[in-house]
Nanobody, 114 residues
Framework: VQLQASGGGLVQAGGSLRLSCAAS????????MGWYRQAPGKERELVAI???????NYADSVKGRFAISRDNAKSTVYLQMNGLKPEDTAVYYC?????????WGQGTQVTVSS
């Protein structure tokens, strides 16, 4: 399984970014996909997940600002991030759950300047 994340960068507070994660190596349609993030000196935390049925779950800190979606035809999951805040600065990791395994992509840096 390979997860290739992209879309990070530097943005001013209030701006937007869209992260993408392209998956390969298993049946994407029946996996749960998601995004975690890790800020310097902090533990990795859940940002958002989307199940194979399309059910979404978000961290309270990003509700109303971030939106996760998936394109099964492209085996890709997206994270649209709007209203970015400096506290959103972190390395963002793509995540895939395909029972009983969990897979991680390489991180993509998101930096939000004030």
């Amino acid at each position: 399984v390979q997860l290739q994340a992209s879309g990070g960068g530097l943005v001013q507070a209030g701006g937007s970014l869209r992260l993408s994660c392209a998956a390969s190596g298993n049946n994407f349609r029946i996996t749960t996909m998601g995004w975690y993030r890790q800020a310097p000196g902090k533990e990795r935390e859940l940002v958002a997940i989307i199940t194979d049925f399309g059910s979404e779950n978000y961290a309270d800190s990003v509700k109303g600002r971030f939106a996760i979606s998936r394109d099964n035809a492209k085996s890709t999951v997206y994270l649209q991030m709007n209203g970015l805040k400096p506290e959103d600065t972190a390395v963002y990791y793509c995540y895939q759950y395909f029972a009983p395994r969990i897979y991680w992509g390489q991180g993509t840096q998101v930096t939000v300047s004030s």
